[in-house]
């Protein structure tokens, strides 16, 4: 009589769920850590780069082939970051970007911000007056590794350029310009949103009597005498 005692080595089929298993809680555990770097990355970019303007830490996040995509044209590289943020600081001054909600889809973060600064410079055929400014704004940044190798930064020009026109509108009597504008006056504050001020009915206005409302960084600069 023969027994047969019970094999000890595995089915394969079951071997295979295994390793399957295996390799599937690997891959999710490497992709989560994956978004949780670019994520940390994005937040480094905006905080060192776009606000810092630490050209060190540009040149490491940023490829030399790397597209960058704006309001204000496309540039190349970490070149490019300095021309795109040295194109708007010759136009506003205090520029600040602040970042406000981070979105991380595998290798793309996308990053919801507000922009904030004071007009001091030809922006668009605009002559500088010292209006504040700010504009939302949306920043998707695509990374390959540590990298980025391509950043789409749209903002809402539109409503830039409506608020320096307003504030362009106010009758000169009410209206302050930047020779009166000084470092000590300026107001520097990552979570600044420009108070909008009315002017008065009856303050007089290039053709209108209506009431007319322009942003402003400090409510002294154009806040109708009553």
């Not at 005692?5 to 992709?31: E, N, Y």
């Not at 520029?95 to 004071?118: A, M, R």
């Not at 006056?185 to 001020?197: N, S």
Request: charge should be negative.
């Amino acid at each position: 009589m023969n027994l047969h005692r019970p094999s000890r080595s595995c089915h394969p089929l079951f071997l295979l769920v295994i390793a399957t298993l295996l390799l599937t809680a690997s891959q999710l555990t490497g992709g989560a850590a994956a978004q949780v770097l670019n994520e940390s990355l994005a937040a480094k970019y905006f905080d060192e780069t776009l606000l810092g303007r630490n050209d060190s830490v540009t040149a490491r996040l940023v490829a030399s082939g790397a597209r960058i995509i704006t309001p204000e044209g496309t540039f190349i590289g970490p070149e490019g970051i300095d021309q795109f943020l040295a194109t708007l600081d010759a136009s506003f001054t205090d520029l600040v970007f602040v970042p406000e909600e981070y979105v991380v889809d595998n290798n793309v973060v996308t990053i919801n911000f507000t922009i904030t600064g004071l007009h001091t410079g030809d922006y668009h055929g605009f002559a500088p007056m010292c209006a504040g400014v700010a504009v939302s704004g949306v920043a998707t940044l695509q990374f390959d590794g540590s990298v980025i190798t391509e950043q789409w930064l749209t903002y809402d020009r539109d409503t830039l350029l409506a608020q320096i026109d307003g504030f362009h509108q106010l009758d000169p009597t009410y209206r302050p310009d930047c020779a009166a504008y000084t470092e000590s006056q300026a107001v520097v504050a990552p979570a600044l949103v420009p108070e909008r001020v009315p002017v008065p009915n009856d303050a007089p206005g290039p053709g209108t009597n209506s009431t007319l409302e322009a942003t402003c960084i400090r409510r002294d600069h154009c806040e109708a005498p009553l």
